[in-house]
């Protein structure tokens, strides 16, 4: 499984840790990835996603998945994303 968030496309990043001595190695910053359920109001159902923490916070500021879903750009969301994008979309125009 990727260390890739689902709906922000967040992913490692590679820096170097520094000691005191100035001595550098390369490392790898992991996102903070949390296994998460979310809830469609226009869909009436649940959701299951590995997001990134931060990511979270933005869904509930945003007021929800599905005002997340129609700001977000559709090259960074997973193919469950997408999906449930596209069904959130067709249930908010009928």
Same mark, same amino acid.
């Given at each position: 499984?990727?260390?890739?968030? =689902?709906?922000?496309?967040?992913?490692?990043?590679?820096?170097?840790? &520094?000691?005191?001595?100035? @001595?550098?190695?390369?490392?790898? #910053?992991?996102? @903070?990835? &949390? @296994?998460?359920?979310?809830?469609? !109001? *226009?869909?009436?159902?649940?959701?299951? #996603?590995?997001?990134?923490?931060?990511?979270?916070?933005?869904?509930?500021? @945003?007021?929800?998945? !599905?005002?997340?879903?129609?700001?977000?750009? *559709? !090259? &960074?969301?997973?193919? *469950? *994303?997408?999906? &449930? +994008?596209?069904?959130? =979309? +067709?249930?908010?125009?009928?």
């Amino acid at each position: 499984m990727s260390r890739v968030c =689902e709906l922000s496309g967040k992913g490692v990043m590679t820096g170097n840790n &520094v000691s005191h001595a100035k @001595n550098t190695t390369r490392r790898r #910053f992991l996102p @903070n990835l &949390v @296994n998460t359920t979310l809830m469609s !109001d *226009a869909l009436g159902r649940s959701f299951k #996603f590995r997001i990134a923490a931060s990511t979270l916070r933005s869904v509930e500021h @945003n007021g929800g998945l !599905d005002n997340y879903l129609m700001k977000a750009k *559709a !090259d &960074v969301l997973s193919k *469950a *994303a997408l999906r &449930v +994008k596209r069904d959130v =979309e +067709k249930a908010t125009a009928a």
